[in-house]
């Protein structure tokens, strides 16, 4: 791996973060808060949030088994995914690679950061090859974007590739595992200490039901933590998510009965559509709370269900997708609903 500082942009490790009122406070009693020109009434909305979320963290640090130095915390992984674009790629110079087919936001984020994305096509598997991302690295390659379970695929990566993928690559690996909770496959974020230049990505979003709290996490070396708390915004997680989140977290049991229940209605709403002779192709394997199914036709099949008040999500013009509908499992109820519709076309 090269250094950090070779890998992060100039202005970034230079960078003297802005020094918020709750940052140069820290640790002792004080019952008296003169210092931030907040409202005294208006308890407690009128006080700013803790920065750097040491609660949620602490909270985190055990079910997550990564130690809380180790762990940022953003608005959603969105922020987690454009945070490393704007610390560690030069616009107009560097470029990240990615597999492909993948989540949309890593191109998104690198357009908006004016950072050439370099996608590399998965096999017919949906598999990846470390040899193949690796030959499309060179000397400004700062990133690569990996995603295991993928999303829109839904199968998980093959380990020993990507450890091929992190070994043999001198910049910085991200592995998105957004959908790790519903796979058995073992998270990278226990690796950290392996591998300095590996970045973990999860979310409060899909397993823990808290899409609309926006709450991601990424799980790297405290050095690179320390360079994306330096760029965040100051209060980037506010009060009522923090709140909220914590909540959750002390109710992880409730998670586990939802991946359980959801794991044994994706088996039963794959077996069902493949049954589907006019419609169903083919269903690929999946590690996450959805499925790919290659269908007769994406596009009318689609408009079909938006007509009966059912939306999937139409990934015909994804490349390797063509006539792909990934499809999420929903309650009992719901993919019900979906069948009796599917059974009628
Ligand atoms: C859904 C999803 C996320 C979650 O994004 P949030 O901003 O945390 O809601 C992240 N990565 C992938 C691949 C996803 O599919």
Request: proline content about 5%.
């Amino acid at each position: 791996m090269k250094s950090l500082e070779e890998l992060t942009r100039p202005n970034i490790w230079s960078l003297a973060p802005y020094s918020s009122a709750r940052n140069e406070y820290n640790g002792k009693d004080a019952h008296v808060f003169l210092d931030a020109n907040e409202n005294p009434y208006n308890t407690p909305y009128n006080r700013y949030p803790d920065p750097l979320q040491i609660e949620v963290k602490q909270l985190l640090s055990k079910i997550k088994g990564v130690a809380v130095e180790n762990i940022f915390l953003g608005n959603g992984s969105d922020e987690a995914i454009d945070l490393p674009y704007r610390c560690f790629t030069r616009p107009g110079i560097d470029n990240v690679v990615a597999i492909e087919p993948t989540y949309g936001m890593y191109k998104v984020c690198a357009d908006i950061n004016d950072v050439e994305y370099r996608p590399v096509l998965l096999d017919e598997h949906y598999q990846l090859s470390a040899g193949k991302l690796l030959a499309a690295c060179d000397d400004n390659t700062k990133i690569i974007w990996l995603c295991s379970p993928n999303n829109p695929t839904g199968n998980s990566l093959n380990y020993d590739e990507i450890v091929k993928v992190i070994t043999g690559f001198d910049g910085l690996v991200v592995v998105d595992e957004a959908y790790s909770d519903f796979s058995r496959q073992k998270s990278f974020r226990c690796e950290l200490d392996k591998y300095p230049n590996l970045i973990v990505l999860n979310t409060m979003s899909k397993a823990w039901g808290c899409a609309a709290l926006r709450l991601g996490m990424a799980f790297a070396s405290k050095e690179i933590i320390g360079i994306f708390n330096k760029v965040k915004y100051p209060y980037n997680v506010n009060l009522l998510t923090q709140q909220k989140v914590l909540e959750a977290l002390k109710d992880p049991f409730e998670v586990d009965k939802w991946v359980k229940m959801l794991l044994q209605e994706r088996t039963r709403l794959i077996d069902n559509v493949r049954m589907l002779n006019n419609i169903c192709i083919e269903v690929y394997p999946t590690d996450a709370n959805f499925f790919l199914v290659k269908v007769t036709d994406a596009q009318k099949i689609y408009d079909y269900l938006v007509d009966r008040g059912i939306i999937v999500r139409n990934r015909n013009r994804v490349q390797l997708c063509k006539n792909c509908l990934r499809i999420t499992v929903g309650t009992k109820t719901e993919n019900n609903e979906l069948l009796a519709a599917l059974r009628q076309y």
